[in-house]
Nanobody
C-alpha cells in the first residue's frame, strides 16, 4: 500500500510558477507509475501528467504540454510537478495518484489505486 501527500499549492498570478510535490510512504514507491490529476469547481477530474516507474517516460495532456514538467526522485519517494506560465484555467485542486503498472502510463483516474488528499492551485488573472 502507498500513502500519498501533496504539497506546494498556493495562489499565483498569471504567468507565474509553482512546484507541486507528491511524497509517498512505503518501500515500493519505485514500483508505481505516478499521475497528476486536477479538478476544477463544477468540472470533471482530468489527467495532467504521468511518469513511469524509473522516470524515463512521461506524458502530458495537451493543455499543459511545454509548460508543466513531471519528474521523480525515487530515493526520496517523491514526484514533482513543475508548473510554469500558469493560466487562470489551471486553477484546480491537484491530486497525485499511484498505480501498479509496468509499461502503461494510464491517463484515466480509474486506473490508479492510491490517491492523495489534493492541494489547491489558484491562478489569478
Amino acid at each position: 500500500q502507498v500513502q500519498l501527500v501533496e504539497s506546494g499549492g498556493g495562489l499565483v498570478q498569471t504567468g507565474g510558477s509553482l512546484r507541486l510535490s507528491c511524497a509517498a510512504s512505503g518501500r515500493t514507491f519505485s514500483s508505481y507509475v505516478i499521475g497528476w490529476f486536477r479538478q476544477a469547481p463544477g468540472k470533471e477530474r482530468e489527467f495532467v501528467a504521468g511518469i513511469s516507474r524509473n522516470g524515463a517516460r512521461t506524458n502530458y495532456t495537451d493543455s499543459v504540454e511545454g509548460r508543466f514538467t513531471i519528474s521523480r526522485d525515487n530515493a526520496k519517494n517523491t514526484v514533482y510537478l513543475q508548473m510554469n506560465s500558469l493560466k487562470p484555467e489551471d486553477t484546480a485542486v491537484y491530486y497525485c495518484a499511484a498505480g501498479a503498472w509496468k509499461l502503461t502510463l494510464p491517463t484515466t483516474g480509474g486506473q490508479y489505486s492510491y490517491w492523495g488528499q489534493g492541494t489547491q492551485v489558484t491562478v489569478s488573472s
